[in-house]
C-alpha cells in the first residue's frame, strides 16, 4: 500500500473532521482572497480613473467628496460654480489643461457628464461604433451603459434629475445616443457623455427670468465682440450666467502643485482638493474595515489549524496499534513521519484551494448578478501572485500542525505498544 493511499484511507475513516477542518480552512482562504481581490482591482481603478488629474476645483464642502463625485462619479456635487470665476484659473500659467465638467442629471443611475472630449482623451477613450458628441443633446456613451441600461445608436431618452432613480425626468428634452465607446476599465464605462451646453438646455427650465434677460445680453454681445470661453468655446468669455459643477486641472510644472491649490482655496469662493491626498484618505478610512475582515479571516486560519492539530494529534492516539503493526510488518519510522506531515499538508492545500477557487466564485456571482459589481468592474477571473503566497502559507500551515504528531509517529515504540494491547 503506498503511503497516499494510507493517508486517504485515514481520511475517509474520519468524514466529518476531515470535512470540518477543510471548512474551516477554506472559509478563511475565501475571505482572505476576496479582499485581496477586491483591494487589489479597487486600488487599480483609483489610481486609473485619477490619472492625469492633478487638482479638482469646484465649490466649497468636502473635498472628500468633491473627489469622489467628480472623478469616481459616486457621489453628489457639492454645488456648482460660476463659469467665469473658473475661467481665471483655467487659464492660469501653472495650468496645463483644465476640462470643465456639468453634472446634475442620470439615466438608469448612469451619470451624465457634459463635457469636453478631452475628458475622453484623458482617459485614452477609443469609439467601438458611431461618433463621437457634437451636437446639443448629442450623447456618446460608455461600454457598461452599452450592454447593462442597454442603449444603442439612435436610441433617444429622457434624462432624470440626480443620480439615483426616480429623480424627476426631463420629459421636454430627450439626449440622442451618436456613439458607444470601447471598454477603458475606468469610470468612463459607466459615464454618458455630452457637451456642456446639453446639461444647460436641460435645466433652462429651471432658470430665473433675470437670469434670462442677463443671458440675451451675452448674446447680443457676442455678435460685436465675440471672445470663447477657455472652457466652453460656444460662449462667450466672462459669461456671469453660466455655472459649470468642477473643473479638473493638469498642472503645467510641479510649482502648480504648490501655489495652485493655496491660491484657489485662498483668493476665491472656490475649493481645490487634491486626488492623490483624498484617495489616501480614503484609503486609510477603508482600511479599517478591510483590517477588521482580515483578522476575521486570521481568526478562522488560526481556529483550522488548531483544529486540524487536535485531529492529528487525537487521531494519533487511536492509531497507535495501527502503527505499531505497521512498524512490525516492515514499515519504517521514516514513512509513519511522512505520512502524518502528509495528512496536515494534503488537509490544509485542499482547504486552500477549495478557499481560493470559493472568493473568485463569489466574486463573479457578484459580478455576473449584481449591478453595482459590475459599474465597479470587480472580476472574479483576475489571478493576483499573492495568492501563490496563499497557497504556500497555508501547506506549511499544515506542516507545522502536523509536526508534533508526526513525531510522536517516528517515536512509537514497538514492544510497548503491542504488550499493552
Known amino acids: 500500500m503506498s503511503i497516499f493511499t494510507l493517508v486517504w484511507n485515514y481520511f475517509k475513516a474520519r468524514p466529518l473532521n476531515t470535512a470540518i477542518n ?34 479638482v476645483v469646484g465649490a466649497k464642502g468636502s473635498p472628500l467628496q468633491l473627489i469622489l463625485c467628480n472623478i469616481f462619479h459616486v457621489d453628489f456635487p457639492t454645488g456648482n460654480i460660476k463659469l467665469n470665476e473658473a475661467e481665471r484659473f483655467a487659464k492660469h500659467r501653472l495650468v496645463k489643461r483644465a476640462i470643465p465638467l456639468a453634472l446634475g442629471d442620470s439615466y438608469q ?24 458628441w457634437k451636437n446639443t443633446l448629442d450623447v456618446t456613451i460608455g461600454a457598461n451603459v452599452g450592454t ?29 445616443v451618436v456613439g458607444v465607446m470601447k471598454r477603458t476599465n475606468t469610470v468612463l464605462d459607466n459615464l454618458i457623455l455630452t457637451n456642456v451646453e446639453s446639461v444647460w438646455e436641460m435645466h433652462e427650465e429651471h432658470a430665473s427670468e433675470e437670469a434670462h434677460e442677463d443671458h440675451e445680453e451675452h448674446t447680443e454681445l457676442r455678435d460685436s465682440s465675440f471672445i470663447p470661453s477657455p ?18 486641472i493638469q498642472y503645467r510644472s510641479p510649482m502648480g502643485a504648490i501655489q495652485l491649490p493655496r491660491l484657489v482655496n485662498s483668493q476665491s469662493s472656490l475649493q481645490a482638493a487634491s486626488p492623490a491626498f483624498e484617495t489616501a484618505r480614503l484609503f486609510s478610512i477603508m482600511g479599517v474595515g478591510v483590517d477588521i475582515l482580515m483578522a476575521f479571516a486570521y481568526v478562522l486560519i488560526f481556529i483550522s489549524g488548531l ?15 495501527d502503527l505499531a503493526i505497521m512498524r512490525s510488518m516492515g514499515a519504517s519510522r521514516t514513512k509513519l513521519f511522512v505520512s502524518i506531515l502528509l495528512e496536515g499538508g494534503i488537509l490544509t492545500l485542499l482547504g486552500s484551494v477549495i478557499g481560493l477557487l470559493m472568493g473568485h466564485g463569489v466574486l ?7 449591478e453595482e459589481t459590475q459599474k465597479a468592474g470587480i472580476d472574479g477571473f483576475v489571478f493576483y501572485p499573492e495568492e501563490w503566497i496563499i497557497l504556500v502559507g497555508s501547506l506549511l500551515l499544515g506542516l507545522l500542525c502536523a509536526v508534533i504528531p508526526a513525531i510522536q509517529a517516528y517515536r512509537t515504540d514497538i514492544s510497548k505498544v503491542l504488550a499493552g494491547n
Do not use: C
Open 22 to 55: 477543510i471548512l474551516l480552512l477554506s472559509l478563511g482562504i475565501a475571505v482572505m482572497t476576496i479582499l485581496l481581490l477586491f483591494n487589489k482591482q479597487l486600488e487599480q481603478k483609483i489610481t486609473e480613473n485619477a490619472r492625469g488629474i492633478d487638482l
Open 148 to 176: 447593462i441600461a442597454p442603449l444603442k445608436i439612435g436610441d433617444k431618452f429622457a434624462s432624470a434629475h440626480g443620480l439615483a432613480e426616480g429623480g424627476h425626468t426631463h420629459n421636454e428634452h430627450q439626449y440622442r
Open 364 to 370: 463573479v456571482l457578484l459580478s455576473g448578478f449584481v
Open 307 to 321: 483544529s486540524i492539530f487536535i485531529a492529528l494529534y487525537n487521531s494519533l492516539k487511536e492509531r497507535r496499534y
Open 231 to 248: 472652457l466652453v468655446p460656444s460662449i462667450a468669455k466672462g459669461d456671469s450666467v453660466k455655472e459649470i459643477t468642477s473643473m479638473l
Open 109 to 132: 443611475s448612469y451619470r451624465i457628464v457634459g463635457t469636453s472630449q478631452q475628458y475622453a482623451e484623458l482617459y485614452k477613450a477609443e469609439l467601438q461604433e458611431g461618433n463621437w
